[in-house]
Nanobody, 117 residues
Framework: QVQLVESGGGLVQAGGSLRLSCAAS????????MGWFRQAPGKEREFVAS????????YYSDSVKGRFTISRDNDKNTVYLQMNSLKPEDTAVYYC??????????WGKGTLVTVSS
């Protein structure tokens, strides 16, 4: 059974940094793409960043490129999202995502990030 557990959210001032973590279990890691999505109040869930578990290629939305960095620790089965230069518009619930080769998506329960101006 796939389980994704996010942590690291919180309240931060604009310009600050946070690092989110996603601990994954029940996956065949080499076969998955790992990613982060977010959903702001009143808006649809949107893509933030992703990386295949089996390579170091990374992908970002234009809104976070240059400020956020996705990475992983294979030994800990954990994916991270380092968020720098945070803006109030980054306020959202951030969700960890795992997609398998059949394009089936698995989601964590999310962690709230609030950026104050």
């Amino acid at each position: 059974q796939v389980q994704l557990v996010e942590s690291g959210g919180g309240l931060v001032q604009a310009g600050g940094s946070l690092r989110l973590s996603c601990a994954a279990s029940g996956l065949s890691f080499s076969s998955y793409r790992m990613g982060w999505f977010r959903q702001a109040p009143g808006k649809e869930r949107e893509f933030v960043a992703s990386m295949p578990w089996s390579s170091s290629n990374t992908y970002y939305s234009d809104s976070v490129k240059g400020r956020f960095t996705i990475s992983r620790d294979n030994d800990k089965n954990t994916v991270y999202l380092q968020m720098n230069s945070l803006k109030p518009e980054d306020t959202a619930v951030y969700y960890c995502n795992a997609r398998d080769l059949r394009r089936v998506d698995y989601w964590g329960k999310g962690t709230l990030v609030t950026v104050s101006s």
